[in-house]
């Protein structure tokens, strides 16, 4: 061992063949020297420098919403956002309605009240369950989806393409998105809400064979239209 560090030292491999120099190698090499400080990211003025990007694209896009969209632009985004999340929406919701039937009844059948868990099935649809629904398949499912097509694209230039043409990339790929995702939140909600109610009636009248009657009469005494309006707000 010591041998071979004295070899390296001086430059002469001893004992590969033919004892070639080490040197050129070592000195050929690029040795970078990296310096581990924290990054902005995880700094106080990271975090408020970050604020205030995110507040400035904020003010951009909402300045840029009172300006008509680029022609064909929202459309397309409609049917992104609308028709391809309408069936994961109002599968989820059914089945959603369908698991508080069944968790619910064993509760108010115990009490004799098994017609009264309309009440608690429709009432957590409409006012909890149907707009988290929504947001999480919104947030999780469109949200990264616009994200990653946005970074690809600002990634391959293409956003840079667009300043290039003295287009808004804003104006022409963020409104039409934002605009889309606000209006269609509404409607995928109302979409939760039904499919959700629907899936409990299913349950509770065709599996547990309480009658119609008493289950839409507790819908309608208990469900009002402030509880569909604070859903969707």
Not at 127 to 142: D, F, W
Request: contains cysteine; proline residues 4%; aromatic residues 10%.
């Amino acid at each position: 061992m010591a041998r071979r560090e004295l070899a390296l030292r001086s430059g002469v491999d001893f004992f590969s063949p033919g004892g070639h120099s080490l040197r050129p190698t070592l000195e050929g090499s690029t040795m970078a020297t990296v310096e581990l400080r924290p990054g902005s990211a995880y700094s106080l003025a990271g975090f408020f420098e970050a604020l205030g990007d995110w507040s400035v694209f904020a003010g951009q896009t909402l300045a840029r919403c009172f300006r008509r969209p680029t022609d064909g632009t929202l459309a397309q985004c409609f049917y992104v956002i609308g028709v391809h999340t309408a069936p994961v929406v109002a599968l989820s919701g059914l089945f959603i309605g369908m698991v508080l039937a069944i968790q619910s009844y064993s509760m108010f059948d115990r009490f004799g009240a098994a017609s009264r868990q309309a009440t608690a099935i429709n009432v957590s649809m409409i006012r909890e369950l149907g707009p988290v629904l929504v947001a999480t398949m919104l947030a999780g499912r469109i949200g990264s989806a616009m994200a990653a097509e946005l970074a690809t694209m600002k990634t391959n230039e293409q956003i840079d393409a667009l300043y290039c043409l003295g287009v808004d990339p804003v104006h022409y790929l963020v409104v039409p998105r934002f605009l889309a995702a606000t209006l269609m939140i509404p409607a995928l909600t109302v979409l939760a809400d039904f499919c959700g109610v629907m899936g409990g009636a299913l349950i509770s009248i065709e599996f547990y064979h309480i009658d119609s009657h008493h289950h839409w009469t507790n819908t309608r005494g208990s469900v009002t239209l402030w509880d569909l309006g604070a859903g969707l707000v």
